[in-house]
């Protein structure tokens, strides 16, 4: 799946939150102190899109100005997440999120394309929520302060 949205801060601001974000999640997921770099990998408690918890290994593959990156490994396969920034001026950006998921065999990878066309809209919806609270945090933030 593929979402483009304009956000109306720079890109600094942006990479800001989502490298905070991922400070946050390591702080609490990790018993030893890391830090939000590339190449980090650390367990995380998870629920599925059906309620079920388990534990997937992240691993953040790319995070630099422009484009952030992370892999979910769980039991039924792989699933990718990016954020790639690109700056329109100054404080104006195009944000492209981008969630994929592989599946580990045969059958499941039938089974979710079946399941994607039937979810897609759903998804869609769950990804425009997000980056909209996304825009909304980072307003709130930038009139603060």
Do not use: C
């Not at 396969?77 to 492209?96: A, C, M, N």
């Not at 994607?116 to 930038?142: C, G, P, S, V």
């Amino acid at each position: 799946m593929k979402v483009v949205k304009e956000f109306p801060v720079s890109n600094q601001v942006f990479m800001k939150h989502i490298k905070e974000s991922i400070q946050y999640d390591l702080d609490n997921n990790s018993a030893t102190k890391m830090k939000a770099i590339e190449g980090v990998e650390y367990l995380k408690e998870m629920s599925n899109r059906i309620g079920s918890k388990g534990k997937v290994r992240v691993k953040i593959s790319t995070l630099n100005n422009n484009h952030y990156e992370a892999e979910f490994f769980g039991n039924e396969g792989v699933t990718k997440i990016s954020y790639e920034i690109e700056p329109t001026d100054e404080e104006r950006i195009l944000v492209t999120y981008r969630e994929e998921f592989m599946e580990k065999t045969k059958i499941k990878k039938m089974n979710y394309k079946l399941m994607y066309w039937l979810y897609k809209r759903k998804n869609m919806k769950r990804i425009h929520t997000f980056l909209d609270a996304i825009e909304q945090h980072l307003l709130k933030e930038n009139s603060n302060g």
